[in-house]
């Protein structure tokens, strides 16, 4: 006897009206994709209910992947046989034998299947005594169990399960449409995708790249953090912008302190409009209030003007520690620190207004027309689908 099955629940509260199908529909598919390539392994539905069949798989490698998946709330490694008591004792055991450090377990038995001649007190009751029986020095304790050993009785089998592995809850990623996000090589920005993607949304991206001010390693690292977020959802799209010229024109043209305030404006612009072009609704960025002189309020009002696009701006509350315990969680933090400079990073003016204001800043974009650049900047786009396969160039992994 052995775990055949992984028993999936989601958030049954987000299942309320017509979303509910759209919702089931895409957790299925989502799970489908990270397990498809084991030999055998099925996803199913049943009521209420989701099943991954393990065809033999060792259930620990198949647990690590559909973990990520957003809209799964809890899983449990499950047993299933036939509706038959003999059939369900032995799984009973053997559940409670899998696990260490038992001392106390509890038996919950629950029948949907009402037409099971065995009502769910007295099941309770044969497979404790049975477990009690067949064990040393464990007992049982209703109110404080190590262990809850908990089956289900339905029309088609019964399910067997105990322990229960807590997942990351959200919706399923490609049920709140795509968002635009705003990928430097930083801590924030792949935080703020993996929140948004943590809502149910589709990721693309975009990375403002100046080389030879940035180098290769700079525009790698960004695709490395683009793999790491599609172990949370698909495929991810990055888009690189040739950013340079922009850049240079506007540290030659404007203001030194209002140089910053306007290349962010600039880069909401161009990022509006590969949105028209992808058919995005919104943006996505790892701003937060207050960090640095870009994200203080007037800031905001000011570089948030050129755009009425809403912006997501997931860690807008948040700590920096809070942004980092994330980051480490989800695998970005080792590569956000990486060295390797983005262009914020080199093109800083010495001291940048901390509380930049619109009329001032159209009094002086009004000088000078960035619009054939930014044309310029949007064809010249290299788009990169980043699946969770891609192969990244050794020398580059090397390096870092
Ligand atoms: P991060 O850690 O994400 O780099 P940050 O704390 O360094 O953020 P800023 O440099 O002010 O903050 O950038 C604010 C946001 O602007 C970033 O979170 C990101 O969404 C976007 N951004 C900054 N630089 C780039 C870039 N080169 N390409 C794409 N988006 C960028
Ligand atoms: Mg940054």
Redesign the pocket.
């Known amino acids: 006897m052995q775990y055949d099955h992984i028993l999936i629940r989601y958030g049954e509260l987000a299942l309320k009206g017509k979303n509910a199908k759209q919702f089931i529909l895409k957790l299925h598919d989502n799970i489908h994709q990270q397990v498809k390539d084991f030999d055998g392994v099925k996803v199913m539905r049943t009521q209420g209910r989701m099943f991954v069949l393990l065809n033999g798989n060792d259930p620990e490698p198949i647990v690590e992947k559909i973990k990520n998946v957003f809209g799964i709330h809890s899983l449990s490694l499950a047993i299933r046989v036939e509706n038959d008591v003999e059939e369900i004792k032995e799984a009973a055991l053997y559940a409670l034998n899998q696990e260490t450090d038992v001392k106390t377990f509890k038996m919950s038995v629950r029948r949907t299947k009402k037409d099971f001649p065995i009502r769910s007190g007295e099941m309770n009751h044969i497979l404790g005594s049975h477990l009690l029986t067949n064990t040393e020095g464990i007992t049982v304790d209703v109110h404080h169990p190590d262990l809850e050993i908990k089956v289900e009785i339905r029309k088609e089998a019964t399910y067997i399960t105990s322990g229960t592995i807590m997942c990351r809850g959200g919706l399923p990623v490609g049920t709140s449409g795509k968002s635009l996000?705003?990928?430097?090589?930083?801590?924030?920005?792949?935080v703020?995708g993996f929140l948004a993607m943590k809502r149910g949304v589709h990721l693309e991206a975009?990375?403002?790249?100046s080389p030879p001010f940035t180098s290769d390693r700079a525009k790698q690292k960004?695709l490395d953090l683009a793999k790491q977020l599609t172990k949370y959802g698909k495929s991810i799209k990055v888009h690189i912008?040739p950013?340079t010229k922009l850049q240079q024109e506007i540290f030659r043209e404007m203001p030194n302190d209002y140089a910053m305030t306007i290349m962010?404006r600039v880069?909401f612009r161009v990022s509006e409009q590969l949105c028209k072009q992808e058919g995005i609704l919104s943006l996505?960025?790892?701003?937060?209030l207050g960090?640095?002189a870009?994200?203080t309020m007037d800031s905001m009002h000011t570089i948030n003007e050129v755009t009425n696009y809403p912006i997501l701006r997931p860690l807008i509350a948040m700590d920096k520690e809070e942004v980092i315990r994330i980051a480490q969680d989800i695998g970005t933090y080792e590569t956000?620190i990486l060295p390797y400079e983005?262009?914020?990073t080199i093109f800083v003016p010495k001291s940048p207004k901390t509380k930049p204001k619109r009329d001032k800043v159209n009094f002086y974009e009004a000088k000078y027309d960035f619009t054939p650049s930014i044309e310029e900047a949007i064809d010249g786009i290299e788009t990169i689908k980043v699946t969770e396969k891609t192969l990244f160039n050794e020398d580059f992994t090397d390096l870092f």
């Open positions: 996000l705003l990928l430097s090589g930083g801590i924030d920005s792949p703020a975009i990375h403002f790249h960004v912008v950013f962010r880069m996505t960025t790892g701003e937060n960090q640095v870009s994200q956000s983005d262009c914020c």
